[in-house]
């Protein structure tokens, strides 16, 4: 139910200045909203693409350990695992996509060389190792294109619910206080024409019925 406002010239001005507000902001949050779902979409097909990587990377990365741990024996890969580096940097940085702040992760860059000395360590252990190392980096990439995803789509979901609130409950509402307070100053406008023609009318018959009298004077 509307708000009820004093039926005042200047307040029907100040709604339908809001109304021009409310349904220009409708128009901003919808470009704005279509905007994001191009984006999500074009983020849909790279977050399916890292997850086609990822999996590709993981049987690759399993199938090599697979054959580190026959040919070269669990102890020796454990032994090298243990030697690996635990911290991994990546990086983060914050974009801005149509006013919505989305973190990008950077992959970290690791190039060739190993975080452990490869002396003694079997050639099918190593290439597990390098094999591994591109699964962490796979997973990375589907950690970062998921996260942008799920930020944008929240900010898609929260623009809707903008929009629908403007079309459904703010405008309509504004809607129903101009059409009110039209109608009081209609009909005000109204009572007032009827009021001056009454007082039209008697200032009429009181000059006809001095000319009247002016006469039946001169007559006399």
């Known amino acids: 139910m509307a708000e009820q406002i004093a039926p005042t010239r200047s307040n029907l001005l100040q709604r339908r200045d809001q109304l021009r507000l409310a349904n220009r902001g409708v128009d901003l949050l919808k470009r704005k909203r279509d905007a994001l779902i191009a984006e999500f979409f074009g983020l849909v097909k790279d977050s399916l693409a890292a997850r086609r990587a990822l999996a590709d990377t993981s049987k690759e990365a399993y199938f090599s350990l697979?054959?580190?741990?026959?040919?070269?024996?669990?102890?020796?890969?454990?032994?090298?695992?243990?030697?690996?580096?635990?911290?991994?940097?990546?990086?983060?940085?914050?974009?801005?996509?149509?006013?919505?702040?989305?973190?990008?992760?950077?992959p970290p860059e690791t190039g060739t060389?190993?975080?452990?000395?490869?002396?003694?360590?079997?050639?099918?252990?190593?290439?597990?190792?390098?094999?591994?190392?591109?699964?962490?980096?796979?997973?990375?990439?589907?950690?970062?294109?998921?996260?942008?995803l799920r930020r944008i789509g929240e900010e898609i979901k929260k623009t809707s619910r903008r929009v629908n609130a403007l079309e459904q409950v703010v405008i309509p509402g504004i809607l129903v206080q101009i059409k009110q307070v039209t109608s009081v100053l209609e009909q005000r406008a109204l009572e007032e024409v009827t009021v001056l023609k009454r007082i039209k009318a008697k200032l009429e018959q009181r000059e006809e019925a001095k000319k009247a009298e002016d006469q039946a004077g001169a007559v006399g």
């Open 66 to 106: 697979f054959l580190a741990n026959a040919w070269d024996g669990p102890e020796a890969v454990e032994s090298l695992s243990l030697a690996v580096a635990g911290n991994l940097e990546v990086g983060i940085e914050i974009e801005n996509i149509f006013g919505v702040k989305v973190p990008q992760v950077q």
């Open 113 to 148: 060389q190993m975080s452990f000395s490869p002396i003694g360590a079997g050639p099918r252990t190593l290439d597990a190792a390098h094999q591994f190392r591109g699964l962490t980096e796979a997973l990375i990439k589907v950690a970062a294109t998921e996260t942008r």
